[in-house]
């Protein structure tokens, strides 16, 4: 699996959006993007994944670039809750997905 | 609700005395896997599982045991706890097709300090 780069830290203000970068310059072609987050101690909660197209949903947007070696995820309007370790990962998608292989990630503080 | 629990969600104990972790899902997933975390290393791989009475090795399984005899249990086996099993554990599930196919469900860990 393709290694990814985060920042180690960033700060966010209360109710504006958290754009939180990622590069995985060796992605492979059958390799999606995966974001997760870890809220203090908690067990990782999915965020959400995308393969080349641009996807939102209920939480959060992905923004993939056209040469799929960054991607960027936007928590829209952050909230204090958003404090948390968020972690992008590269892996193979369907049947062949199995074990995430997380870095450090990327600790967002969300501030009032 | 969807769901994957662990118990017990603390535990102490000592050197060498026999431990088990369980793991189960109420989403008839089919992929089960164990997960410890350690400051500065991150989540690593322990076991995992693809289907029932069908297991592997992650990336750091020396001194663990799982077994799958049952679709919704992943029991995490500690027969001879040392030390350095000290550690927070996590189990996780997903499915093998359509949506649960990519969204792995993570347990809420389980602390455990071996003494």
Redesign the interface.
Known sequence: DAKTTQPPSMDCAEGRAANLPCNHSTISGNE?V?W?RQIH??????II?GLKNNETNEMASLIITEDRKSSTLILPHATLRDTAVYYCIVAT???S????T????TILTVHP | EAQ?TQNPRYLITVTGKKLTVTCSQNMNHE?M?WYR?DPGL??R?IY?S?NVEVTDK??VPEGYKVSRKEKRNFPLILESPSPNQTS?Y?C?S?G??GRS?????????T?LTVT
């Open positions: 999606y995966y997760y101690s908690q067990g990782p909660q999915y994944h998608g369907g049947t997905y199995g074990k995430l997380f870095g450090q990630g | 994957v992929y896997s975390q991150g989540l791989q995992y693809m992650g990336d927070l996590f996780a997903r093998q097709s196919s990519y969204e792995q469900y993570f347990g809420p860990g602390r």
